[in-house]
């Protein structure tokens, strides 16, 4: 099956610093990659969709000035915490899917990063 | 946008049990997965099923989509298999919207 990568697979930083969380798709090509964020015992929640070559769209409630999403190239894109604070201590979760017309069809997810902030 | 509703939330079974694990949206679809999350939280695969019948090994799933609804069934369940179950679908657009969730704990 496709392979997605993340990087870091955790991360503590103190509260005001900026983190940068990578997401790679390793044997396949993503122009679509998604970002979600995960509360323990909780479900995923979609945070936004990275559009390579264009910018990404935010769901409602999402700060688009604090989680800065890039993608660069059709196999990366980084999301990265800007002024990060304890409330966003969090596991984060990417995912890809294959330019369309080709496999993959679905989603597939990488293993996650988890941030404490303190 | 699209609910997805996971049924039952908790589920306790001996190793060797089967299990069935519901999923119903209150929309078309034209994508359907079902993953595991292991203790680690990564997303496991088991199925892109936007209609029909899948079959992988002791694990199989079902979609019906003219009824917006989707099963996954579990046979002769081992330890490993403990974990939480997703079912996610999507309507239009690409994104997904994830149900709540079914935690699986299979006792030895």
Redesign the interface.
Same mark, same amino acid.
């Given at each position: 099956?496709a392979v997605v990568s993340q990087h870091p697979s955790w991360v503590i930083c103190k509260s005001g610093t900026s983190v940068k969380i990578e997401c790679r798709s390793l044997d396949f090509q993503a122009t $679509?990659m998604?970002w979600y964020r995960?509360f323990p015992k909780?479900? +995923?929640? +979609?945070m936004a $969709?990275s559009n390579e070559g264009s910018k990404a769209t935010y769901e409602q409630g999402v700060e688009k000035d604090k989680f800065l999403i890039n993608h660069a190239s059709l196999t990366l894109s980084t999301l990265t915490v800007t002024s990060a604070h304890p409330e966003d201590s969090s596991?984060y979760?990417c995912?890809a &899917?294959g330019i369309p017309g080709q496999a993959p069809?679905?989603?597939?997810?990488g293993?996650?990063t &988890?941030l404490t902030v303190t | 946008g699209i609910q997805v509703e996971q049924s039952p939330p908790d589920l306790i079974l001996q190793e060797g049990a089967n299990s069935t694990l519901r999923c119903n949206f209150s929309d078309s679809v034209n994508?359907l @997965?079902w993953?595991h999350q292991n203790p680690? #939280? @990564?997303?496991i695969?088991l199925f892109?099923i936007p209609s029909g019948t899948k079959q992988n090994g002791r694990l199989s799933a079902t979609t019906v989509a003219t009824e917006r609804y989707s099963l996954l069934y579990i046979s002769s369940s081992q330890t490993t298999d403990s974990g939480v179950y997703?079912c996610?679908v999507g309507g239009g657009s690409? /994104?997904?919207?994830? #149900? /709540? #969730?079914t935690k699986l704990t299979v006792n030895p």
């Amino acid at each position: 099956g496709a392979v997605v990568s993340q990087h870091p697979s955790w991360v503590i930083c103190k509260s005001g610093t900026s983190v940068k969380i990578e997401c790679r798709s390793l044997d396949f090509q993503a122009t $679509t990659m998604f970002w979600y964020r995960q509360f323990p015992k909780q479900s +995923l929640m +979609l945070m936004a $969709t990275s559009n390579e070559g264009s910018k990404a769209t935010y769901e409602q409630g999402v700060e688009k000035d604090k989680f800065l999403i890039n993608h660069a190239s059709l196999t990366l894109s980084t999301l990265t915490v800007t002024s990060a604070h304890p409330e966003d201590s969090s596991f984060y979760i990417c995912s890809a &899917r294959g330019i369309p017309g080709q496999a993959p069809y679905e989603q597939y997810f990488g293993p996650g990063t &988890r941030l404490t902030v303190t | 946008g699209i609910q997805v509703e996971q049924s039952p939330p908790d589920l306790i079974l001996q190793e060797g049990a089967n299990s069935t694990l519901r999923c119903n949206f209150s929309d078309s679809v034209n994508n359907l @997965q079902w993953f595991h999350q292991n203790p680690w #939280g @990564q997303l496991i695969n088991l199925f892109y099923i936007p209609s029909g019948t899948k079959q992988n090994g002791r694990l199989s799933a079902t979609t019906v989509a003219t009824e917006r609804y989707s099963l996954l069934y579990i046979s002769s369940s081992q330890t490993t298999d403990s974990g939480v179950y997703f079912c996610a679908v999507g309507g239009g657009s690409e /994104k997904l919207v994830f #149900g /709540k #969730g079914t935690k699986l704990t299979v006792n030895p």
